[in-house]
């Protein structure tokens, strides 16, 4: 079973940046697919960037040339690279991890507002 703890939420302005991490409990070598979604107040929850197989990444249209997403096998951790935040940013962002099972994070909020 893999336990991911995410962090690097807060409040920031707009037009700031932010990083969020995914620590994993083992190994993330083997994962075939890990991602990042979030969910604001109200709505569903949505996928915003992933990366699958060896380092192949996707990203939501809302965020393509804002977010990073990237993975660092060593230290068993995802990120998530948020730049130009907009308050339409604001949600719960949520690590997920499927190897054989889908795995979940608690979550980390990000508020984005002057």
């Known amino acids: 079973q893999v336990q991911l703890v995410e962090s690097g939420g807060g409040l920031v302005q707009p037009g700031g940046s932010l990083r969020l991490s995914c620590v994993a409990s083992?190994?993330?070598?083997?994962?075939?697919?890990m991602g990042w979604y979030r969910q604001a107040p109200g709505k569903q929850r949505e996928l915003v960037a992933s990366?699958?197989?060896?380092?192949?990444?996707s990203y939501a249209e809302s965020v393509k040339g804002r977010f990073t997403i990237s993975k660092d096998v060593k230290e068993n951790t995802l990120y998530l690279d948020m730049n130009n935040l907009k308050p339409e940013d604001t949600a719960v962002y949520y690590c997920?991890?499927?190897?054989?099972?889908?795995?979940w994070g608690q979550g980390t909020q990000v508020t984005v507002s002057s």
């Open positions: 990366i699958q197989g060896g380092y192949s990444t």
């Open positions: 997920k991890a499927i190897h054989i099972d889908a795995y």
């Open positions: 083992e190994s993330i070598f083997s994962i075939s697919f």
